[in-house]
């Protein structure tokens, strides 16, 4: 027999066995009301009550959520020396400055194709972990999961878990009640300020910040960013939950591409487990699959979805239906596994009775490898060799030359040096490309060397003249080249010299 799946549809609906009646997953519910409704334009929202659950991969999702969070939290507070009047702050924002500092990296406004390559590295690392492993990010680091996350435990210390959420809900205002749900929204808020005010630390000194912030000297851009994030948290993590991911973000719509049947992805094993029913304790096995329709894999879904209708959008493969599922396996003394992280290829090769075959190297997997690879290396090779000097020589408009008294031409010029290093620079300058060109300044009557000090992590800007005689000079446009040097480095300026059209030797 060939088993098709069907990811939209229940597999066990696609096979022709009866489902036992019992609770349904908030989303059928929605469903129903819609249906019931006569058509309204948008779905009504069914309240969610995730029930807690203890397991493996809960474990990995309370690990990581303190992990993300201490990095969210601490990082801003991070001191890195950088000498001079250079901000000490390991990772900051800084838009005053016009730069952006990451440890020992600092990155000036002209160099932002970095950070583009940094955002091209991360979409192909999502890519690549999506197409192997599935919605790793959204179920465990997306942000929206970590806090709404957090904000779920805060409600389960003031409400209780699911059945005492939904009673309470039910029960008719009380001093209880108001007291439960006002500390719940009281600490929401906290942790809302919280977080918006730590994302502000790090586009300032956040030492300096926390003081003035308190005393009304802060950047008006620090408050109105604090109060936006503040809010969106809030409302976000506490209110919207599970709707953020349904219809505001478009990674699940984008997601699908990067799925196929390879990937793994948290799914419900039909070919053990249907048909579903009751067990009772005593009763034999066979004939009958694994799942004894608890319900317990849709009330610990935080989406409000049951995944034995198969693969479906609002899953974010968090796996608590995983560990839910593997608890009433081990209470009805049947191996766990039931829904597992497996992929659509081995549930369907253990159907048909073939031993299920893996494969993570694919096509796709190997584009998104080499990809990611090759941007790696340009950005290290990139970071590696980049010039801490950058020089600029923009030449004068009017006049475009003088003609001096001994027949010599002038140009003159302004010569920019951007000096990326944490150390001042001096610069001695000197002019190649035109025989007998020299370079000097106003005001030196064209005596002495010429030198440009650039402090660190500034631009210094020097006007200059360049003196070529009529033996040198061939043509009205001739190619020269400042050469700026440095014990530690020099760096070299292409440009060029106008004499005029007329032949200067005239
Ligand atoms: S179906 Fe399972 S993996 Fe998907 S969101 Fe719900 S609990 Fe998480
Ligand atoms: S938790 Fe497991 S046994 Fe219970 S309904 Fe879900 S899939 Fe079936």
Redesign the pocket.
């Known amino acids: 027999m060939t088993v098709v799946i069907d990811r939209t549809r229940s597999p066990h609906d696609a096979g022709g066995s009866a489902r036992a009646a019992g609770p349904v997953s908030a989303a059928a519910r929605a469903r129903q009301q819609a249906s019931k409704g006569g058509g309204e334009l948008y779905k009504p929202r069914a309240q969610i009550y995730p029930k807690r659950v203890n397991g493996r991969w809960r474990m990995v999702k309370w690990a990581l959520m303190g992990v993300m969070l201490a990095i969210y939290y601490i990082t801003p507070w991070i001191r890195w020396h950088r000498p001079g009047a250079l901000p000490d702050q390991a990772v900051l924002v800084d838009f005053d400055g016009g730069r952006f500092y990451f440890f020992w990296i600092q990155l000036w406004p002209q160099e932002v194709y970095f950070i583009t390559g940094l955002l091209v590295m991360a979409a192909l690392a999502l890519f690549l972990t999506t197409s192997i492993f599935g919605r790793l990010w959204c179920?465990y680091a997306c942000p929206q999961t970590v806090w709404t996350d957090l904000f779920m435990m805060v409600e389960r210390r003031f409400e209780g878990d699911r059945n005492a959420r939904m009673k309470l809900d039910a029960a008719p205002w009380s001093l209880e009640k108001a007291w439960r749900k006002l500390g719940k929204h009281a600490v929401w808020l906290g942790i809302a300020f919280g977080t918006g005010g730590a994302w502000i630390f790090y586009f300032h000194d956040a030492p300096t910040l926390i003081r003035t912030f308190w005393i009304g000297q802060g950047a008006m851009t620090a408050y109105v960013s604090c109060a936006l994030l503040t809010a969106a948290t809030y409302v976000m993590a506490g209110a919207m939950r599970e709707q953020v991911c349904t219809y505001m973000c478009p990674w699940p719509r984008i997601q699908g591409a990067m799925l196929d049947k390879h990937s793994l992805q948290?799914t419900y094993r039909y070919d053990r487990a249907e048909p579903r029913g009751p067990h009772k304790k005593g009763q034999t096995w066979e004939g009958r699959g694994d799942c004894i329709d608890c319900n317990q894999?849709v009330v610990?879904?935080?989406?409000g979805?049951d995944?034995r209708d198969g693969a479906?959008l609002?899953?974010?493969?968090?796996?608590?239906?995983?560990d839910a599922c593997d608890e009433m396996m081990l209470k009805v003394g049947r191996p766990t596994g039931l829904?597992a992280y497996d992929t659509d290829a081995a549930v369907l090769d253990r159907a048909e009775g073939r031993k299920p075959i893996y494969r993570f190297i694919r096509s796709r997997t190997i584009f998104y490898t080499v990809a990611l690879a090759v941007i790696s290396g340009l950005m290290i090779w990139g970071l590696s060799n980049r010039s801490p000097v950058e020089a600029h020589a923009l030449r004068d408009r009017n006049p475009t030359f003088v003609r001096l008294r001994d027949g010599s031409i002038r140009d003159g010029y302004t010569l920019k040096v951007a000096n990326r290093a944490f150390e001042d620079r001096d610069y001695r300058v000197t002019v190649t490309g035109i025989p007998g060109a020299r370079v000097w300044t106003p005001g030196s009557r064209g005596g002495g060397p010429v030198r440009i000090h650039v402090p660190a992590n500034e631009v210094t800007a020097l006007r200059v003249f360049v003196t070529a005689p009529p033996a040198g000079l061939n043509a009205a446009s001739q190619p020269l080249t400042f050469r700026l040097t440095a014990p530690q480095a020099s760096v070299e300026v292409k440009s060029v010299f106008l004499s005029g059209a007329a032949n200067v030797s005239d």
């Not at 609002?314 to 995983?322: A, K, Y």
């Open positions: 179920g948290v894999c610990v879904c935080p989406m979805i995944i479906q609002e899953c974010i493969n968090c796996g608590l239906c995983v829904i």
